[in-house]
């Protein structure tokens, strides 16, 4: 009962009654800042895919490149040369890895949670 009532307090906090601007954003309510043609593309749109894998692979090749350099080389004044030329060498290869690998994870991912196969 009591993890009952917590799952329910949870949704209601991102419903907007307890963290109302919280919920602007995790809801994808973003009408005003996005074109309508791009509201309306699907998840599984070639379009989505390509802007999603690409904020995700940039996002996350900008911080590997970033540890790895300052692993490397060390922290100095021209730290932040080195780890752009490091992550303009990374980035497509990680955006092109997200985009080949991406729908074997999401299949993998709903084999192991059991989850609906078309989502």
Do not use: Q
Not at 19 to 32: H, Q, T, V
Not at 74 to 83: A, F, N, V, Y
């Amino acid at each position: 009962m009591r993890l009952a009532l917590a799952k329910a307090n949870v949704r209601h906090a991102w419903n907007g009654r307890l963290f109302p601007r919280a919920a602007f954003f995790i809801s994808g309510d973003w009408r005003g800042f996005v074109s309508n043609e791009a509201m309306t593309s699907k998840p599984n749109s070639l379009i989505w895919r390509l802007i999603h894998t690409g904020i995700l692979s940039g996002g996350m090749s900008a911080l590997v490149a970033l540890i790895v350099t300052m692993v490397n080389t060390g922290i100095d004044g021209e730290l932040g040369g080195r780890w752009f030329v490091a992550w303009c060498l990374a980035y497509p290869v990680a955006w092109f890895a997200a985009l080949i690998w991406g729908p074997s994870a999401r299949k993998l991912t709903n084999w192991l949670t059991r989850t609906d196969r078309n989502s």
